[in-house]
C-alpha cells in the first residue's frame, strides 16, 4: 500500500495550542451534495434555494454535521503522513451557528491536550471551521490512541524478496 505524506508526527513535538495544519476554501454546491448524499439526508434546504428563502434561515445551508473531510485534506496539504499514528477513540461535535452556501471557510487542525493513561498514550485534536466574519461555525474535539510510527516487522524489495529491515 503506497505511503500519503512524507512528514511523519512526532509525539514530542505535540504541544498543547500547536497549529497542525490549516486551509481557506468556498463552500460550494457539491460539497454541501457529497455531505448529504454521505449521511442520506436529502433536507431541500441543503440544495432548493426557493425552498430554503421559505425557511427560517433563507438560505441554503451545509448539513449541520458537515466535516469536509474532517482533518486529512489539511494534513495531506502540509505532505503529513495520515492514520499512521492515532487509532481514533471518540468525538464531540459543536455546531454555532449555519454555515451558508459560499461562505469561505478556514478549518484548523490543533493539539488540544496530550496526555497518558494507564501507560497509554493519548492525543486530543482541535478542528475548528470559521468563516471569513472569523466566526467560529463548528468545532470537533477529537481524541486518538497513540500508537506512534509502526516500523515492519518485515522489509520486503520490489520483486517480492525479504531484505534485511534495519
Known amino acids: ?14 504541544t498543547p495550542g500547536k497549529v497542525i495544519a490549516s486551509m481557506t476554501y468556498m463552500l460550494t454546491p457539491d460539497d454541501i451534495r457529497e455531505e448529504a448524499e454521505a449521511y442520506e439526508d436529502f433536507n ?21 454535521f458537515i466535516t469536509l473531510g474532517e482533518f486529512l485534506p489539511p494534513l495531506l496539504r502540509h505532505d503529513m503522513k495520515m492514520g499512521v499514528n492515532t487509532i481514533y ?12 452556501l459560499g461562505d469561505v471557510v478556514t478549518k484548523t487542525l490543533s493539539i488540544e491536550e496530550t496526555y497518558e493513561k494507564r501507560g497509554k498514550k493519548f492525543l486530543v485534536w482541535r478542528i475548528e471551521w470559521t468563516n471569513q466574519n472569523g ?8 481524541t486518538s490512541y497513540w500508537v506512534g510510527t509502526p516500523q515492519p516487522l518485515i522489509k ?6 525479504q531484505v534485511d529491515a534495519s
Open 1 to 14: 500500500m503506497p505511503e500519503v505524506g512524507k512528514i511523519d508526527l512526532k509525539w514530542e513535538d505535540l
Open 44 to 64: 431541500p434546504i441543503y440544495s432548493d434555494p426557493e425552498f430554503a428563502k421559505n425557511t427560517e434561515i433563507g438560505y441554503v445551508v451545509a448539513p449541520f
Open 89 to 100: 477513540a471518540s468525538s464531540i461535535k459543536e455546531s454555532f451557528m449555519p454555515m451558508f
Open 135 to 142: 466566526e467560529l461555525a463548528k468545532r470537533q474535539i477529537r
Open 156 to 161: 520486503i524489495d520490489r520483486t517480492g524478496t
